[in-house]
């Protein structure tokens, strides 16, 4: 198991965490990932932070694949750990929501499933370099080969001789999208999935490494937990930051109608307080939203008090069946406490 930092998307400006970053390399921490919504990037601070580090891994948490064609992606993956010193890149990809995807990229929501697996394939035959590109996908064709193309596309090689072993790791959640992932991925990245919670996820992901002919099974898969480490005497005061992220989530990230967090918290037996958190939300009343949101919900996806409490809980996480325990939050006493208990 490994221990990673989340630094998550920019707010209003960008504002990259370095001495977090450094202090998280110190201590020996694996990776540490960014992500985008509709703001920053996930890629272009992992550039920067290469430039200033030296081993720490580089992870997108997720890269939405609407925000980039397939090329386009496997060529900046490649670039970056190119500059950064080999092996040090991770691609984390996601689908992101129709919301998002329609409302912000301008582009068709449609088969998302099937939209991954052209897109993974796409990648990993970019860096293979093993001939030209071409791909006949259900949802993605290289060249491409619409009603309106001219013909004149023409298969290519990639220029550059990078590395043909980045690892790729999707966010997903459903049962279809979970055998999907252990088909076709190095790993998966969670979110909202505790260690309750984790083998309804390993059982698709299971089925669909059964699938595999590359002969990896489950023990050589990644597995990415989101993970907030509080060092308090007030439990619940601690988890104000959390209940405002889980109501904006909950209640107002994605379309009513479909919201994979709304459907997460159901899946996790909450699903009275989601409809209601939902309601609240999108009546504008945020700070009963927040309120509505369950304290046991919090607490079973945290570690939250005193460093005793935090030490006696912290085997349910490290014995769970996750390979990377990422921090979503950046206190320096946290990371310190993590450092410490993974070393012990």
């Not at 960008?14 to 919504?37: C, H, N, Q, T, Y």
């Not at 890149?89 to 301008?106: A, K």
């Not at 076709?184 to 919670?197: E, F, K, Q, R, S």
């Not at 709304?262 to 699903?271: D, H, S, T, V």
Request: neutral net charge; proline residues 5%; glycine residues 10%.
């Amino acid at each position: 198991m490994k221990l990673a930092l989340d630094i998550g998307y920019s707010g209003a400006r960008v504002d990259i965490p370095m001495e977090k970053i450094l202090l998280a390399e110190r201590l020996g921490f694996d990776s540490v990932w960014s992500a985008e919504a509709y703001g920053s990037d996930a890629f272009s601070p992992l550039a920067y932070i290469a430039a200033l580090t030296k081993r720490i891994r580089l992870g997108t948490g997720i890269a939405q694949l609407a925000g980039r064609t397939p090329t386009m992606a496997a060529m900046t993956a490649q670039t970056i750990d190119a500059l950064a010193g080999e092996g040090r890149m991770i691609v984390g990809l996601g689908v992101s929501n129709p919301q998002v995807v329609e409302g912000w990229y301008g582009q068709p929501w449609g088969k998302p499933g099937e939209r991954l697996r052209d897109y993974v394939a796409i990648m990993r035959k970019v860096w293979a370099r093993e001939a030209p590109l071409t791909h006949s996908g259900t949802q993605l064709s290289v060249p491409y080969a619409g009603a309106d193309a001219t013909g004149l596309g023409k298969p290519l090689k990639s220029i550059l001789h990078g590395n043909p072993h980045i690892p790729i790791y999707l966010g997903t959640s459903t049962p279809a999208n979970l055998r999907l992932t252990g088909e076709i991925a190095d790993g998966l990245v969670t979110m909202h999935v505790t260690p309750g919670t984790l083998p309804r996820k390993l059982a698709p992901l299971r089925e669909g490494i059964a699938r595999r002919t590359d002969g990896k099974t489950l023990a050589d898969f990644e597995i990415v937990s989101n993970l907030r480490i509080v060092i308090t005497d007030d439990v619940r005061g601690a988890m104000a930051a959390s209940r405002a992220f889980t109501a904006l989530y909950v209640g107002g990230m994605g379309a009513k109608e479909q919201n994979f967090h709304k459907a997460a918290m159901i899946e996790r037996g909450y699903g009275e307080a989601a409809e209601r958190i939902q309601e609240l939300y999108l009546a504008g009343h945020k700070q009963e939203a927040e309120a509505a949101v369950p304290d046991e919900y919090l607490d079973e996806a945290a570690l939250y008090g005193p460093r005793e409490r935090i030490k006696e809980r912290f085997p349910i996480w490290a014995d769970a069946g996750f390979t990377i325990l990422r921090l979503t939050n950046m206190d320096d006493e946290a990371l310190k406490l993590a450092a410490d208990l993974f070393a012990g």
